[in-house]
Every structure is written in C-alpha cells, then in structure tokens.
C-alpha cells in the first residue's frame, strides 16, 4: 500500500528521503566502547597479574626460575630430566644453598609452577595489548588522539617485564636470600602506575568527548589539587607496602599500637651504613609504613572535608566512597599486622589497595570532570 499524501503536496511531486543524522557520532560511540570493552579486559589482567605476584611473592616462588627467556620461557618442563635441569639451577643460587636445602623436586615444582604462571600470566597481558591495539588500528577504530595512549600502555607493560627481571636477578647471587626489596618496590609500583593510566582512559571513555570538554571548564581547581596530593601519597604508601612485603616486614612485630613493645621499633639503626635500615630493618621499614599509613588517613580526612565544599554531588559522592575504601583499608592493615600477616590476609590487603588506588583515582576524575546536576537532581 502507498504511503498517504499530504492534501497540500503538488501532483507528481517526488518526496526526497530524508537525510539520517548522528551517524558520525554513532561510528564514534561505537569506536570508544570497543576500546574501553578492550582496556576493562586489560585492567582484570593488571589485577590479576598484581594477585598472582602477590602470592608469588608470599609463597617464595619468586626465585625458582633463574633465567628470563621472553619467548622460549612460555614452555615448561616437559620431561623428567627437564625438570631435573631447572632444580639444578636453582640449587645454585642462595635461596636454595642457605634456606631451601630441604627442598626435593616435589617441592621445587611447587614454587616453579607459581612464578611460570606469574610470567605467563605477563605474555597473556602483552598478547591481548598486542591484539587489540593492531586490531583496531588495523580497523582504523582508535579515535584521534588515542594512538599515543595506548602506545604508552604498551611500553609500559615492556618496561614491566624488563624491571620484572631485574627485581629477580638481584636474588640470583651474594646472600640474598630474596629479591631486593627496593626492586620489588620499583615492580610493584610500576604495576600501579599501569593500572592507574588504564583507569583514567576507561572513565575518559565512558564519556563522550564533547562532554569531557565542557565539564573540564567546570573543573575545581582546589578540589581537584587535594585528589592530585591524595593520589600521590597513596601512591608513595603502596611503594612502603613493597618494602614490608619485600623483607617480611609485616611478620616481624605483630603488637599493635605499640611496636616490639615500646613506641619506636627496637634497634632502629642496627644496620651500616644507616640507609639500609630505611629498606632492610624490619622493625624500621614496618614503622614507617604505619606511620605513613596514619598520615595517609588524615590526609584522606581532609580531602573529604575539602569535597564537601563541591558543589557537584557526584563528585563529594566520590570522594567519599574513596575515603571509605581508604578506612577499610586502614582497618585490614591493622588486622594483617597483629594476625602476623598469613597469606590470605596479606593478599586481601594488597587487593583492596588496587581497589583504594582506583577509588582514589576516580575521585580525582570527577573533581577534573565534574557531573552536572540540575536542582532537581538529574
């Protein structure tokens, strides 16, 4: 049946189609929802990579493979007399000779099996980048000005795995019976910085461009400079987490408030020269990571008092549920210190560190873009 005319419309006259808008921007709203689908496949991985060397690191596994081979590396023992050669590698280095000579090859492949999946787990993460930024690229799905974002993503996770070995082979000779903690501390906080770009590029993402660009004109300058301080000094007590976790620090006095008995740790310089107290003292490196910790709270409190001068709600709802993460935090800290930090605690500590970090992260987004709420509320 033809569609009905207008009585107005002249005999004969050919109506034009008319023209369909907003296609441009749905190719756009398209292109950024693939990307981020693809950068949130990449956070899960960051996080679990952060898990599983977590608990590489608390099962002392992060020695039992002496070689970095990035390619050939993916295969493990397939034999017997493999796996005889790989134990006869790590008998040779301090962990084994001054620590581990009980260890049968039963209890080798126990540790080995942990650090493999902790490296594979680290060649999925560079495979699915890989795939994905060509893959688009290829596709010619990356929206402008992308290309050098994720490019850095990228270099970042190459780094990652250069500093991954050599956090390992400061554990390979001498007396070192671990890896060096300021090493594991330079890892670890690599892994953050990794997850805190990806976190900032999905909240970019999960607005449209143009939005971005009118909510950074009502960025609050102040607000927005107390998140900045608040992520760094976070960020400096995930590095002090490293340097406890690195030395064991955390199982060294289990007393709380107090610390071995008195306000101060027992024999704080022990060590020569004195700077090696600051990383390898227990009682010292645990000290200053509580103390760290109290500042990091009060700081926090500040910055939710300082949010609640934003006029945006969403952005004091943000910085509150930070803080509250911050509290928690706080809280299983103390917690870890005086259960002596079994693993199951300890790896929970760490994961809602990684939860906190991006909290806090997200806090910062919405004091840099802030939502625009009408008075009514929408």
Excluded: C
């Excluded at 890989?130 to 990356?142: H, K, N, Q």
């Excluded at 990228?154 to 554990?171: K, R, Y």
């Excluded at 109290?294 to 969403?314: D, G, K, P, Q, T």
């Amino acid at each position: 049946m033809s569609d009905k005319r207008s009585i107005f419309e002249e005999v004969g006259e050919v109506r034009k189609p008319q023209a369909q808008t907003g296609v441009i921007d749905r190719a756009r709203r398209g292109s950024r929802g693939l990307l981020r689908g693809w950068l949130i496949l990449l956070f899960a991985l960051v996080v679990a990579m952060i898990a599983v060397g977590g608990l590489t690191r608390l099962t002392d596994s992060g020695l039992s493979i002496t070689e970095w081979r990035p390619l050939t590396g993916a295969m493990p023992p397939l034999s017997e007399a493999a796996w005889q050669a790989e134990f006869e590698k790590y008998r040779q280095i301090p962990e084994f000779q001054l620590q581990n000579a009980w260890m049968t090859l039963a209890d080798f492949k126990a540790i080995y099996w942990w650090e493999w999946g902790h490296r594979q787990l680290g060649r999925v993460i560079g495979l699915v980048w890989a795939l994905g930024f060509f893959g688009l690229w290829a596709a010619r799905r990356i929206p402008t000005g992308w290309h050098s974002r994720l490019l850095l993503i990228g270099g970042l996770g190459g780094l990652q795995g250069a500093v991954g070995w050599w956090m390992v082979s400061s554990g390979l000779d001498g007396s070192m019976l671990d890896v060096a903690s300021y090493r594991l501390a330079v890892h670890l906080g690599l892994a953050f910085i990794i997850l805190g770009f990806i976190t900032w590029f999905v909240l970019q993402l999960g607005r449209e461009e143009r939005d971005l660009m009118q909510a950074r004109r009502l960025r609050e300058t102040r607000v927005f400079g107390v998140a900045t301080g608040w992520m760094h000094f976070a960020f400096l007590q995930i590095l002090l987490g490293a340097l406890v976790a690195g030395i064991d620090a955390g199982r060294s006095f289990s007393d709380w408030p107090t610390i071995g008995g008195g306000w101060l740790p027992p024999d704080p310089w022990l060590l020569e020269p004195a700077w090696r107290n600051l990383l390898e003292n227990p009682g010292l490196v645990q000290f200053i990571h509580r103390m760290s910790g109290y500042a990091l709270f009060l700081y926090a409190i500040f910055a939710l008092l300082r949010s609640r001068r934003s006029v945006h709600r969403s952005t004091r709802a943000a910085f509150t549920l930070a803080f509250i993460g911050l509290s928690a935090q706080v809280v299983l800290g103390i917690y870890t210190v005086v259960t002596g930090a079994p693993w199951q605690v300890a790896i929970v500590h760490q994961l809602l560190a990684v939860l906190t970090w991006v909290l806090i992260l997200r806090a910062r987004f919405y004091a840099a873009y802030p939502v625009v709420t009408s008075i009514r509320g929408t």
